[in-house]
Nanobody, 124 residues
Framework: QVQLVESGGGLVQAGGSLRLSCVAS????????MGWFRQAPGKEREFVAT????????YYADSVKGRFTISRDNAKNTVYLQMNSLKPEDTAVYYC?????????????????WGQGTQVTVSS
């Protein structure tokens, strides 16, 4: 079992940056592949980025590639999402998620643990 708590969301102008954090409880954080997802009003939750247990091989949705960076610090039980060059279409609730699977996973249903979400609003 792992519990996830996101923070770092807020209101930012287009072109600005935000850094999201997700802290996990428990002593087995390094066993989990971590992911970030987002859900805009009226839309389905969608994949944003994922990172393997050791912090290698990050993978991104095409819509954020080159602008967002996922990283993790296993000593701090924390995964981050650095978001640069933000656009109004990035506005959404951002969720941290975890799965014990070692292989690449980008589907919502493939992650068994979720945080409560943090709101990111990008104004034009």
């Amino acid at each position: 079992q792992v519990q996830l708590v996101e923070s770092g969301g807020g209101l930012v102008q287009a072109g600005g940056s935000l850094r999201l954090s997700c802290v996990a409880s428990g002593r087995t954080f390094s066993s989990y592949r971590m992911g970030w997802f987002r859900q805009a009003p009226g839309k389905e939750r969608e994949f944003v980025a994922t990172i393997s247990q050791r912090g290698s091989m990050p993978y991104y949705a095409d819509s954020v590639k080159g602008r967002f960076t996922i990283s993790r610090d296993n000593a701090k039980n924390t995964v981050y999402l650095q978001m640069n060059s933000l656009k109004p279409e990035d506005t959404a609730v951002y969720y941290c998620a975890a799965t014990l699977t070692f292989t690449l996973r980008v589907g919502v249903g493939e992650y068994g643990y979720w945080g409560q979400g943090t709101q990111v609003t990008v104004s034009s």
